[in-house]
């Protein structure tokens, strides 16, 4: 549960979530109801498809096919094969498929504390799991890389884009040695769990050339930060200027119904087509897909990455300019409407302010307004909110948290 005091919801609407009493709340935390909470377009297309059929991809079906193509025309040439799954974790499950039937090897580099959903395989390559509570550490065929975080990481500062690289081509190196070859990569392009953390300038690139080199596949965890969440881009790579092999996709796409899916070239697909056939009961159905279509279709006639751009820019800005009168606050990032805000006890020690980033959340949350913790340390406060976010609400949020922070010294 979220909060010292769990939240008790029963309606959303937009960017407003009720509780059982009536409390409105600003929602800036749940990036999945990425066009607004019970959006009538998408409400009225599951609707309308669950009237009509549904089925599942055994059938030849208009709205699954459609979808798919307009899913791919968002996406680099080439990268036009879908799979469609249930969730993020089954799509990054598919994807891990897809790269080591081609690959032929098992060998994943990953960086740290990276999460890529609750499926077995994906807890071994997920640091953020099986090197925290209750975990048992990676398998040997899990290579990770310290997290590219230029504040508080191994290399700080600008320029460290080629140091983290760097840490990649020495996985490389140590899985040739061991004799084996290297699998692939998989990375988000800006960490969610990590923190809200944009990747140092020219690491994805050069990771990906070296991953590439080397024989391996690299696939774009895109499941919390796609669908034009980023303002300046559709998709979270591209501001990465790179083409990644395989794409994940989820959460977003449906909106809050369980959608998602795995994208890659023909190529690569051909190569998986090996008899073995990929078959998901549920994933891909027409009611799933005819939601997706609904949420791409919102995001194109309410201008939503150009809003995503503006506000997030507008909220990035205020944060900064909060930021100057509270030592509390070290670092403010983002990219369109994915921000963290990094708290520190001391700006020079950088020791991480977990248990005032606590006190903030529960603050806010009585002050009305959603948002969350993440990062290693818990002291990154997190804002993601469904991107029809307001100017209006970046007002309320950064209004209300400066004030949390003037109580707070
Ligand atoms: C980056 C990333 N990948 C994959 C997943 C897994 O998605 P799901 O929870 O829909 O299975 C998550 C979920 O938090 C995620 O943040």
Redesign the pocket.
Known sequence: MSYEEPLHIVRGEGQYLFDADGRRYLDAINNIQHVGHCHPKVVEAAQRQYEKLNTNTRYLDEVIVNFAKDLASTLPDGLEVCFFTN??????DLALRIMRTYTQSKETIVLDV?????LSS?IEISPYKHNGPGGTGAPVFVHTIPMPDSFRGKYRGSNTGDQYAGEVQKSIENIEKMGKKVSGFIA?SVM??GGQLILPDGFLKTSHKLVNESGGLCIA?E??IGIGRMGSHYWGFETNEVVPDIV?M??SIGNGHPV?AVVTTHEIAEVFHNGMEYFNSIGGNPVSCAVGQAVLNVVKEEELQKNANDVGKYLLDKLKHIQKNHGLIGDVRGRGLFIGVELVKDRDTLEPAAKEADQVINLMKEAGILISTDGPDHNVLKIKPPIIFTRENADELVFNLNSIFDQLS
């Open positions: 969730s993020g974790s089954e799509a990054n990276a999460y890529h959903g609750n994906l988000e969610g769990c965890d499941v919390q994940t989820g959460k998602a």
